[in-house]
């Protein structure tokens, strides 16, 4: 089985390999630029490939990998010329539409190139970013199969979701570049941040105000410009550096010591080491301990951070 996917791997198209190269104008990655890593691929690679459910997750890997496919394949669809601001009110029905498919908690960001895999290039850099819920229930019971379950079956339904949004949005005549979570273009989290959508965690993942770090991340790139919309939380996320600086319980409990110490804010390189984690991740499918044990997942934000701030002034 995984010789097959890492073969539908090596056919998955990015755009700076095909031929819109020729008609666009593509913004490719900088030098501070990391490498885009496939979840699905570093999972095959060295995940061990023992899970025992894999029967369940698989079918979800290969409908995320579709999903990629099919968000270079509908770029045909955007027209020559497309409008070139979104409004509000033009928002408010791109996020009642997503809403209605299950995304919870939206925000607009610019694109930077280092946030751009170096493999990669994008279209546009105008991003409306999504962030869709992981079931709590599933997420609680990690390491588990239903919490591998989980995790994949988010991968897909996201993706999923920003094509047909994305598609929605050519309808109301945006020109636009989806971008699934699995196999994007972008470090989503660094845009999330942009987007002030959460805070970057010490696991290296989103912690949200809505549902901290239980959260899955995509984008729709847009030449229209976003940055007049004021739609992005208001809410100060700093202070979650210094709460994660105490805690660290996603260290302590993380079952192959892939998440470094402290790590630093501004350097997602040194925040987890993937090769570790994909072992434990690739046997149950998604382990997930780290987002279970984070003290966002279990207390919320709010209490969090009323308790953060009253111990700091007593
Ligand atoms: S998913 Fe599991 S192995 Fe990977 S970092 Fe989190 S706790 Fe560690
Ligand atoms: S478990 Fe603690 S250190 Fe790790 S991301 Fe959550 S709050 Fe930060």
Known sequence: MSIIFN??????????????????????????????????????????????FAYRTYPYMARSMFQVKKSYKDLKKNKQVGKKIVTLKDFELIKNYAQLLGVMHFGVAKVEK???????????????????????????KAPHKDAGHEVEKSYYKLGKIVNKVANYMRSLGYRVQASPPDGGDVNFVTLAKAANLGEIGNIGILISKVVGPRQRLAAIFTDASVSELDVNSKEDY????????????????CPSQAIFENASKDNLDKRIDYKKCALPYGTTQG?????????FSIHGYDRIKKGFFKSKSI
């Open 7 to 52: 073969q539908v791997h090596k056919q998955m198209p990015k755009l700076n390999s095909l031929n819109y190269k020729d008609s666009y104008d593509l913004i490719y990655p900088n030098d501070k630029s990391k490498e885009g890593l496939v979840v699905t691929s570093v999972i095959l690679e060295y995940g061990g490939g023992k899970s025992t």
């Open 114 to 140: 280092e946030m751009i895999f170096s493999n990669h290039a994008v279209l546009y850099d105008q991003a409306i970013v999504f962030s869709l819920e992981m079931d709590k229930v599933a997420i609680e």
């Open 238 to 253: 700093s202070w979650i550096n210094d709460f994660c600086i105490k805690c660290q319980q996603c260290v302590r409990t």
């Open 287 to 295: 382990c997930s301990i780290c987002i279970k044990v984070c003290p």
